[in-house]
């Protein structure tokens, strides 16, 4: 059986997407309706869903439903016990929910996921059922059903994080749901000297890859924001020169946020609206505005005047295009086993900003034990939320960062290498930066290099290409 997705508009929702599950050439019912009220109030608070997180909850729901025709089930016929076994050799378990050993795992056809990823995927699958309980459509499968207490935030407009209380919520949960994965000490992020090595590297493939990225590192802005933007945001950057204001002066940048109609605001600084005006709207966006129209001629969709991002085929900038410029990206920078993704530029932006409230307020240090008031009202302004729990992560990633940028600076400028360091762990396993730093030694050696005798990780090591670290 042929299971396929097709992103459609929202037939409710305005300038909203869906993604549809489709049995067969015809539209598997059951999870359109599914998808279609998870679409209105999804997202957090009953409030509607991410703008793009339609997409993920149809392919999470469709591997559901493969799973279950490849033992020979439907989703009504299904029982509990199916999806259990699917649970198991999805995290590579037996069937007593031991792991796996390593023989038994690799003749799975499938990678071992995370337990933190299985709960995303069990959570979704039962509000899938729980939603057909609810509009009464007969099925076989009984949900065993733990009661939960939460504690949800609430915070006040005016006062900020001063006025946040926490109200306990008794919500129904899955017993089939497994123990959290180990608690993340902190976030991916990158250095400035790797974020700009990135854009080096996106800018080969298309400048308004990089553009966006720089855009994303300059706001912290999300994907599905920076790829909103409209031309009309930048028109009036002439004034911020005439007001006195220097390049790195941060000023207001009006969006869209993740599961909001209603219009945001973030800063940027004018340096990043004086570039992407000379780089791209100045001349190659008009350019490009043809091509579009072309585009949109050939395709038979909507000409839309007021759209920013536009590759050089005519074609505009999905979200997902970014996604796998900055995979391809990271690829090429030697990073294959943990590449970079376009989330981390956001943890990045937000641990920058801490660095540089450092360097702003001298005697103010990185405390990775307590929580800091400043360092959550930062935060809270750039990102739009923050919390005790997320500003110490970003903390300690700040502190892992800033080292990071401390031995960058202290290597010698006359080694050929001047791109971002890697790490021992990430370095063993990826062949890719072993091949790059096999060329670099290359070219030092000349005639005399030896690879036979080549050591890829003590050679790394002793130019400072590698370090121990966790990032």
Request: proline share 4%; hydrophobic share 35%; with cysteine.
């Amino acid at each position: 059986m042929a299971w396929t997705l097709k992103t459609v508009e929202h037939p409710t929702l305005y300038d909203r997407y869906i993604t549809l599950i489709i049995e067969n050439g015809l539209v598997h019912l059951p999870s359109a309706r599914f998808l279609l009220k998870e679409a209105k109030t999804g997202g957090r608070y009953g409030l509607p869903g991410g703008r793009t997180s339609h997409l993920q909850k149809a392919k999470q729901l469709r591997e559901l439903l493969i799973h279950l025709e490849n033992i020979g089930k439907t989703w009504d016929s299904a029982l509990e016990v199916h999806v259990e076994a699917i649970r198991n050799s999805m995290l590579h378990w037996d069937r007593n929910g031991n792991p796996l050993c390593k023989k038994e795992s690799s003749k799975l056809p499938f990678k071992k996921i995370k337990n933190n990823t299985m709960n995303t995927k069990l959570s979704l699958w039962f509000k899938f059922y729980k939603y057909m309980e609810e509009l009464k459509e007969p099925h076989n499968l009984v949900l065993s059903i733990n009661k939960k207490i939460i504690y949800m935030s609430i915070q006040s407009d005016i006062l900020g994080y001063s006025k946040m209380r926490y109200e306990p919520k008794k919500i129904e949960v899955w017993k089939l749901l497994v123990p959290s994965s180990p608690k993340m000490k902190f976030y991916k992020a990158i250095t400035r000297k790797e974020f700009k090595n990135l854009c080096t590297h996106l800018t080969k493939q298309d400048i308004v890859f990089d553009l966006i990225v720089r855009l994303m590192g300059d706001t912290g802005l999300r994907v599905e924001a920076a790829t909103e933007i409209t031309p009309a945001v930048f028109k009036s950057y002439f004034r911020y020169f005439k007001s006195g204001k220097s390049m790195e002066s941060r000023v207001p940048l009006i969006y869209r946020g993740k599961g909001k109609n209603e219009p945001l605001e973030c800063n940027i600084t004018i340096r990043i609206i004086s570039e992407i005006q000379k780089e791209y709207l100045s001349s190659l966006h008009i350019k490009r505005l043809k091509k579009y129209k072309d585009y949109c001629e050939q395709k038979g969709i909507l000409f839309d005047k007021n759209i920013m991002w536009i590759l050089s085929d005519g074609r505009p900038v999905k979200y997902v295009d970014i996604y796998k410029a900055i995979r391809t990206a990271s690829v090429q920078m030697g990073r294959t086993i943990k590449p970079i993704s376009a989330h981390w530029l956001r943890h990045s932006f937000a641990v920058w900003k801490i660095l540089d409230y450092k360097k702003r307020n001298s005697g103010f240090k990185i405390n990775i034990m307590n929580v800091n008031p400043d360092i959550m009202i930062l935060l809270q302004n750039e990102l739009g939320h923050a919390d005790a729990k997320t500003t110490m992560i970003y903390s300690w990633t700040a502190f892992q960062i800033e080292e990071l940028e401390r031995l960058e600076l202290e290597r010698e400028p006359s080694y050929n290498y001047d791109g971002p360091l890697m790490t021992f762990q990430l370095f063993r396993n990826d062949k890719y930066a072993q091949n790059i730093v096999k060329e670099i030694a290359i070219q030092e050696f000349g005639i005399e290099f030896d690879e036979n005798r080549f050591d890829p990780l003590s050679y790394a090591i002793s130019r400072r290409m590698a370090i121990d670290s966790n990032l």
